[in-house]
T-cell receptor, first 114, second 112 residues
């Protein structure tokens, strides 16, 4: 079945450091790929997405590129802020329409020090 | 636009007791999802509704979990009887057909 693998955490960075969070996936067909963020005490929020190979999703300074050849969707940000401290989940959707469902990775906790 | 609403936010019960969670999706969203998020793991889909019909409940432990969405709007998830391993955050999400999923704040359940 479909699966998502995220790098082991947690990750601790200093403010303004460069961030990379690795994500690889296994799926049949052509899934859509997502990054969700969960701030402390809150629900998941969609951060960015890409629906086909070579698409780049971007939002709030974060970027991720859908790499079909390496089955990856790594999340990057050039300069992290304390406010980026949260749990980040990579996910895939097995298809569009009414039967679409999300498969999530385990998530990784990011802590940014001032 | 109001987001997905869930209640209660927190619940503590003893094992073998029953508990119910409520979710009100974003207005107009036909699809509603319930996920279970165990500490340290990603959310796992329990059940998916399209209007008031079940699309996927393959991961729902049907011997103790039940869910309904009678009028195709809000939904209730019930656990009876609860086990220790049911301690988790229960997330509700909704989407329009073929749209992105929007999540509620979750209900944190602790079973003692």
């Amino acid at each position: 079945g479909d699966s998502v693998t995220q790098m082991e955490g947690p990750v601790t960075l200093s403010e303004e450091a460069f961030l990379t969070i690795n994500c690889t996936y296994t799926a049949t067909g052509y899934p859509s790929l997502f990054w969700y963020v969960q701030y402390p005490g809150e629900g998941l929020q969609l951060l960015l997405k890409a629906t086909k190979a070579d698409d780049k999703g971007s939002n709030k300074g974060f970027e991720a590129t859908y790499r079909k050849e390496t089955t990856s969707f790594h999340l990057e940000k050039g300069s992290v802020q304390v406010s980026d401290s949260a749990v980040y989940f990579c996910a895939l959707s097995d298809g569009g329409g009414a039967n679409s469902k999300l498969t999530f990775g385990k998530g990784i906790t990011l802590s940014v020090r001032p | 636009e109001a987001g997905v609403a869930q209640s209660p936010r927190y619940k503590i019960i003893e094992k073998r007791q029953s508990v119910a969670f409520w979710c009100n999706p974003i207005s107009g969203h036909a699809t509603l999802y319930w996920y279970q998020q165990i500490l340290g793991q990603g959310p796992k889909l329990l059940i998916q509704f399209q209007n008031n019909g079940v699309v996927d409940d393959s991961q729902l432990p049907k011997d103790r979990f039940s869910a309904e969405r009678l009028k195709g709007v809000d939904s209730t998830l019930k656990i009876q009887p609860a086990k220790l391993e049911d301690s988790a955050v229960y997330l509700c999400a909704s989407s329009s057909v073929a749209g992105d999923q929007y999540f509620g704040p979750g209900t944190r359940l602790l079973v003692l």
